[in-house]
């Protein structure tokens, strides 16, 4: 890993002291980092410099991790074994200061032993390559088609009756407790997971690993395989720009999942969901996951039961001023895409409909 500095000391040991400088670095000045260590909660880098070996602090370097000379062979993900805390020491110290409040620094190291938890491969790696490809875009907008139909016709409707018959009293509970009008919620469980048939098989844990890792280096190989050469690739400054979302994201609902584990007792990698880390039936993402209710009140919240699916949809909607500002404006707080809300809207449309006419 490279960094590049400001001006300043290259010490001997970790600490400030004024008799361990061994040179002054000038600014721009690169070094590639060995080895870290928290001292004080603060981050240190042992670095090699062409003529020097010594300790700088991470608050007076940069990260340059596309300047590392590598062959793709030595690409990290691709090792049998490494250790996120020494190949990405800033976004480990930076993952760990978000829930550090949380955990202990055991108890985090711990999260990340087993290579199957944190390494990309198989169907995981085809996802991460997908998201980190310049024509990824290019290809969701091939794919691209019109969901409302597909989502909302007679049968869905019909189904979404029969389930509202079978579980009615969680959901006037829930519209009792919240105001949001149980079509609503319906339309939207229809919608996330055609009311609970789709959750996905995918271990959240290792989706959120792997975005916030390991995307740069995947990113840095389809650069040097071409792939921005290729027809419809997007620029790699507008590229990185995206990846860059793609990682505060991935960090955002990270934390937040660790944090949700510890807070409601359960074991982060025990979680399944989308290829993209939705969770559950009502498909929450880890960073809403603050919102999700015992609807059931059996002291358990798990967003793959309906009872607390149904409660959970209504609160984040409540939450997201669905009686203060309408409820396409929550709608759009859930997903903002146009073509969401316009099938959403429609559903609980025809379901009211359909219910009346009964």
């Not at 609503?184 to 229809?190: K, P, R, S, T, Y």
């Not at 921005?228 to 937040?256: C, E, H, P, V």
Request: proline fraction near 3%; hydrophobic fraction near 35%.
């Amino acid at each position: 890993m490279i960094i590049k500095v400001k001006k300043c000391n290259l010490r001997s040991t970790p600490d400030t002291s004024k008799k361990n400088v061994v040179i002054v670095l000038s600014e721009g000045d690169k070094a590639m980092i060995f080895n870290t260590k928290l001292v004080k909660e603060n981050l240190w880098y042992q670095v090699r410099t062409p003529m020097y070996i010594g300790w700088v602090s991470a608050s007076l370097t940069i990260l340059d991790e596309k300047s590392i000379d590598f062959n793709l062979s030595d690409l990290i993900y691709k090792k049998v074994s490494f250790d996120l805390n020494n190949y990405y020491p800033a976004k480990y110290f930076n993952l760990y200061q978000k829930i550090k409040n949380y955990y202990s620094e055991k108890e985090f190291n711990a999260l990340f032993l087993n290579m199957k938890d944190i390494k990309p491969e198989g169907k995981y790696l085809e996802k991460l390559v997908f998201t980190a490809s310049p024509l990824s875009t290019k290809k969701q907008n091939k794919q691209h088609k019109d969901w409302v139909p597909i989502l909302v016709n007679e049968e869905s409707i019909k189904k979404g009756k029969d389930f509202y018959e079978e579980h009615k009293q969680y959901f006037e509970y829930a519209e009792k407790e919240t105001g949001v009008a149980t079509s609503d919620i319906i339309a939207i469980l229809n919608w996330e997971s055609r009311l609970g048939k789709y959750k996905g098989e995918y271990d959240v844990f290792k989706i959120f690993t792997n975005q916030y890792f390991h995307i740069d280096e995947i990113e840095f190989e389809l650069f040097q395989t071409g792939h921005y050469k290729k027809d419809g690739a997007m620029k790699k400054t507008d590229a990185l720009k995206r990846i860059k979302k793609i990682k505060k994201r991935a960090f955002n609902n990270f934390s937040q999942l660790l944090i949700q584990a510890k807070i409601r007792g359960f074991d982060p990698k025990t979680v399944k969901g989308s290829w993209a880390g939705a969770i559950g039936i009502p498909q929450f993402m880890p960073a809403s996951m603050k919102y999700a209710v015992d609807g059931d009140k059996d002291g358990n919240v798990d967003l793959n039961t309906i009872p607390d699916a149904i409660s959970s949809v209504a609160n984040y909607l409540k939450k997201h001023k669905y009686k203060e500002r309408g409820r396409e404006y929550a709608f759009r707080r859930y997903n903002p895409n146009d073509m969401y809300v316009r099938g959403v809207n429609l559903y609980s449309e025809k379901f009211l409909i359909s219910s009346v006419l009964e």
